[in-house]
């Protein structure tokens, strides 16, 4: 079965600073892999996605992540954190042959200190 | 375009009483997902629909029940609710035929309170 993990349960990081959110994946074939942030209160909103290809893959709102095949990896960065990117960060992977499914991590809470 | 629209947006129910939420999806989109957010358990797949077909059911009992209109708007239901069941419930949307890669869209939630 296809599965993430998200090692950090929090992230601080002060504003101006780069931020890194860590994901490792376990998958059979060809890797999906989402990242979303939550805001409280808020459904998911989709940053960005890695299908094939180049293994930096630019989203929304400054951020980006590196896949790493040799590590399993799919880290979320960006180079220099806001107050307002303080909100949860969910890395996900698609359940490969299962229609619809995405198999989320646990999450990591992102906290920018001004 | 409109994104995902969920109704209600809170709810508050006694154990043992059965709810229902609404799920419209983005426009064009034939597909619906439905997820369960709970702090112990996170986020995890309730199932998913397609021109009102279930293509796909998660680990979830037989209480938890959807189902899709011709428009594509979903709903899914909740019977017999237990304290458990208290969760933010949400729904995504996508095209719903392009495979593995493509992108949900979700909507802001429906925040259930069992009691």
């Known amino acids: 079965a296809q599965s993430v993990a998200q090692p950090e349960d929090q992230v601080n990081v002060a504003e101006g600073n780069p931020l890194t959110v860590k994901c490792t994946y376990s998958?059979?074939?060809?890797?999906?892999l989402f990242w979303y942030v939550q805001y409280p209160n808020r459904g998911l909103q989709f940053l960005l996605k890695y299908i094939t290809g180049d293994n930096l893959v630019k989203g929304s709102y400054g951020f980006e992540a590196e896949f790493n095949k040799s590590q399993t990896s799919f880290h979320l960065k960006k180079p220099s954190a806001l107050v307002s990117d303080s909100a949860l960060y969910f890395c996900a992977v698609r359940d490969g042959g299962s229609w619809g499914k995405l198999q989320f991590g646990a999450g990591t809470q992102v906290v920018v200190t001004p | 375009k409109a994104g995902v629209t969920q109704t209600p947006r809170y709810l508050i129910k006694t154990r043992g009483q059965q709810v229902t939420l609404s799920c419209s999806p983005i426009s064009g989109h034939r597909s619906v997902s439905w997820y369960q957010q709970t702090p112990g358990q996170g986020l995890q797949f309730l199932f998913e629909y397609f021109s009102e077909t279930q293509r796909n059911k998660g680990n979830f009992p037989g209480r938890f029940s959807g189902r899709q209109f011709s428009n594509s708007r979903s709903e899914m239901n909740v019977s017999t609710l237990e304290l458990g069941d208290s969760a933010l419930y949400l729904c995504?949307?996508?095209?719903?035929?392009?495979?593995?890669?493509?992108?949900?869209?979700f909507g802001p939630g429906t925040r259930l309170l069992v009691l």
């Open positions: 998958v059979s074939g060809n890797p999906y």
């Open positions: 995504a949307s996508s095209l719903g035929d392009r495979g593995l890669a493509e992108t949900q869209y």
